[in-house]
C-alpha cells in the first residue's frame, strides 16, 4: 500500500515560491498571522516546520490557492 508522506523541505519552497509570485513580503505573512518575528516563515520556508492546520488554511487563501497544492508529496511503500 502506498501512503502519502509530506515532503517538508519541498512544501517550504513551494511556500516561498507561492508566495513570492504573489508578491507577498515576510513581513506581511508576519502581520497576517500576528507573528512577533519572522522566523516562523522563514522556518516554513526552509522545511524546517510545516505550518499547523490552522495556518495552512489561512495561507492558503492568503495564496489563492488549494490546501492540496501548498503541500508536496512523496510516496512511500
Known amino acids: 500500500m502506498n501512503a502519502p508522506l509530506v515532503n517538508a523541505v519541498e512544501t517550504g519552497k513551494n511556500i516561498k515560491r507561492l508566495r513570492e509570485e504573489k508578491g ?3 513581513k506581511e505573512l508576519q502581520k497576517i498571522f500576528g ?3 519572522p522566523q516562523a516563515i522563514y ?3 526552509r522545511g524546517e516546520i510545516l505550518p499547523c492546520l ?4 489561512v495561507l492558503a487563501k492568503i495564496l489563492d490557492v488549494q490546501v492540496e497544492n501548498l503541500i508536496i508529496q512523496n510516496q512511500i511503500k
Open 43 to 45: 522556518r516554513w520556508q
Open 24 to 26: 507577498i513580503t515576510v
Open 35 to 37: 507573528f512577533d518575528t
Open 54 to 57: 490552522d495556518n495552512l488554511l
